[in-house]
């Protein structure tokens, strides 16, 4: 046998087992799918009926008016307690860019204004958002 025959024959059945490997893997994978789902239909079969499974997946629970309520009283507590929060540099920033808008809206044109009083906006929901979010993490670890 030449040396490229000998090559090309080991490549050959390199490519066997490797097509081989996946084949398994792939075999496994399918496995282990179809028993993590027998898995989760068993788990949910225990929980609840089948019908209450499927009006509970279609119909998203409202709150009562108390609920939206309390739900109101603490996003207004958790804005004033993020506003707290703010470093001098973005009170700089949103001072700035309010008063650029101002400027800019009466001196160089209300188009300019309009849009730095949207920036401005949006600089605030961002800012406030992160410090939200940071409340909430930490209300939700306690």
């Keep these: 046998m030449d040396f490229r025959e000998k090559v090309e024959a080991r490549k050959a059945e390199l490519r066997q087992q490797q097509e081989h490997a996946e084949r398994e893997r792939a075999g496994r994978t399918e496995l282990v799918r ?3 789902r027998a898995e989760a239909e068993q788990r949910l079969a225990k929980l609840a009926p089948r019908e209450q499974v499927e009006t509970a997946k279609t119909e998203s629970p409202a709150l009562t ?3 939206s309520q309390i739900e109101e009283e603490l996003d ?3 804005d004033k307690r993020a506003a707290e929060m703010w470093s001098d540099g973005e009170n700089l920033t949103m001072l700035l860019l309010f ?3 101002i400027v800019s809206f009466f001196a160089v044109g209300w188009l ?3 849009g730095m009083g949207a920036l401005w906006l949006i ?3 961002i800012v406030n958002g992160k410090y939200k979010r940071q409340l909430r ?3 939700a670890a306690a």
């Design 137 to 139: 993490r930490h209300l």
């Design 34 to 36: 179809e028993a993590a």
């Design 65 to 67: 008016p108390h609920e």
């Design 123 to 125: 600089h605030l929901r």
């Design 112 to 114: 300019i204004g309009l």
């Design 76 to 78: 207004k507590a958790l």
């Design 99 to 101: 008063l650029g808008a």
